[in-house]
């Protein structure tokens, strides 16, 4: 089949590469005529691994190309995914929808035939349905709007793309309008139904409330077991451990119970606060006003490892010499969005320290919001001659570091795992001063 998709971000890109990847005739849209050009050449502008594969594999095969040109887009095909970014507004909590509205308002007026205009992007409930009537009120034809959201992961976006743990299809509660839509979107992903990967059709508020409640669950998951940590910490119980036992409960399931520094990205911070807006907006912000708390013990894990680094440095961090292992928000991304670990070595420069940083991958992205923190190429080359250690980000670089590796370039020997990463004992039988988060 022949599909479009807006947006060559990381939900854009990944979803035109596999598309195409399902054997269909995809053209990628963006108005980065830079991005555009990377993507015409085989390069994934962002880190995201398994991706660049896909992307040459169907650019070669004819199946892919990319473009800025919306008039040929339109023409392109009647099915056009729609992923562009949704961010968080300047000075408040609600999503930002000027790209989301500025796709519309630029296809809608193009299309020459009736089309369809599937979104995938994280939106506000009640989105789709102002979408359908404004873009409706800009075309010629007939125009459906119908909602897919998107549950991939970085760094696993393209098995999340290809193998879903499900698939949800919020359509018009017109049926006659929405069968249409059905019909091609059964036979886009026709692949992945074969493999029985469930696909629930909705309504189009049902849609977009799934997606937004799935990455609230997750936020209030892993703030629930940071709060224990917390408490843990005013006991000396430890967390890992609790984890543990709490995971093996199946009704609780131990995944995303990791304690440490916390959600950041694209996604789940600013996911929860659009929640807390449009609940607000539609007269429901006290059923979800428990998402401020799930912020709010989120935000104060940041502050948390602020204050021990200071200990750790005796008291202040003024003059001190701290080295920040990890800016991407996790591992195996290059993503740096609301990054707890860039937010920490920022909070510890701006306490007079000298901070630098060192992450595989996310160094020119950190570099670009951060341009104050000193970057180092290498783990040893950040840690030299530091007062204190600090792993936020746990790359596998890191948590395989031993003692032995850092001993001969460090000034103190003392480590602060944000991520409770790293083997505390042997850290200690080393004579390091090891501190974690939730852990005695
Ligand atoms: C998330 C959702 O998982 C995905 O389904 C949705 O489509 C987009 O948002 P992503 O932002 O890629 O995906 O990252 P995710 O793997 O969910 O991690 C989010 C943050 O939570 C990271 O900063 C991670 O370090 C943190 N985290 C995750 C924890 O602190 N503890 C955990 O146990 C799990």
New binding site residues.
């Given amino acids: 089949m022949r599909c479009t998709v807006f947006g060559t971000g990381y939900l854009g890109a990944t979803h035109a590469a596999c598309m195409a990847e399902l054997g269909h005739d995809v053209v990628g849209v963006d108005i980065d005529p830079g991005k555009v050009a990377k993507l015409a050449d085989g390069v994934v502008p962002f880190y995201e691994p398994g991706l660049e594969d896909v992307l040459q594999r169907n650019l070669a095969a004819g199946r892919l190309r990319f473009t800025t040109d919306y008039a040929d887009a339109a023409t392109h095909a009647d099915v056009h995914f729609l992923g562009v970014g949704t961010p968080q507004k300047k000075g408040e909590y609600g999503a930002d929808l000027k790209y989301v509205h500025a796709v519309v308002d630029t296809l809608a007026p193009m299309l020459e035939r009736p089309a369809m205009i599937v979104g995938k992007s994280t939106v506000p409930v009640g989105t789709a349905a102002a979408l359908g009537v404004r873009a409706r009120a800009q075309a010629k034809v007939d125009v459906e709007v119908a909602w897919n959201p998107?549950?991939?992961?970085?760094?696993f976006a393209v098995q999340d793309t290809l193998r879903p743990d499900r698939m949800v299809l919020g359509l018009d509660h017109d049926r006659e309008r929405s069968a249409w839509v059905e019909e091609h979107i059964r036979e886009i992903y026709a692949d992945l139904i074969a493999a029985e990967i469930p696909f629930l059709l909705t309504d189009l508020a049902t849609a977009e409330l799934v997606k937004v409640s799935?990455?609230a669950f997750?936020a209030t998951k892993?703030s629930f077991i940071n709060a224990v940590s917390e408490v843990c910490e005013a006991t000396g119980a430890d967390v890992t451990m609790l984890a543990d036992a709490l995971g093996y409960d199946a009704r609780i399931g131990r995944r995303?119970?990791?304690a440490?520094?916390?959600?950041?990205?694209?996604?789940?911070p600013k996911d929860i606060r659009a929640f807390m807006a449009r609940s607000g907006e539609l007269g429901a912000d006290h059923a979800v006003a428990f998402l401020r708390e799930v912020d709010n013990i989120n935000m104060r894990r940041r502050t948390k490892v602020v204050d021990m680094a200071a200990r750790a440095c005796g008291g202040s961090l003024l003059g001190a010499n701290v080295a920040v292992l990890g800016a991407a928000?996790?591992p195996e991304s290059d993503d740096v969005r609301d990054s707890?670990a860039l937010n920490v070595a920022g909070m510890i420069q701006l306490h007079g320290a000298v901070v630098t940083v060192y992450d595989p991958k996310a160094v020119e992205n950190s570099r670009r919001v951060f341009p104050t923190l000193n970057y180092a190429t290498s783990v040893s080359e950040a840690c030299d001659r530091a007062d204190v250690v600090l792993v936020l980000t746990e790359w596998n670089e890191f948590t395989a570091l031993t003692p032995a590796d850092l001993d001969p370039v460090v000034r103190s020997r003392s480590i602060i795992d944000g991520r409770n990463c790293l083997d505390s004992a042997a850290w200690r039988a080393a004579g390091w001063v090891y501190a974690g988060l939730g852990t005695p």
Avoid at 260 to 267: E, I, R
């Fill in positions: 998107e549950f991939l992961r970085e760094g799935a990455n997750l892993i995303f119970l990791n440490g520094l916390g959600f950041g990205g694209g996604c789940l928000f996790k707890p």
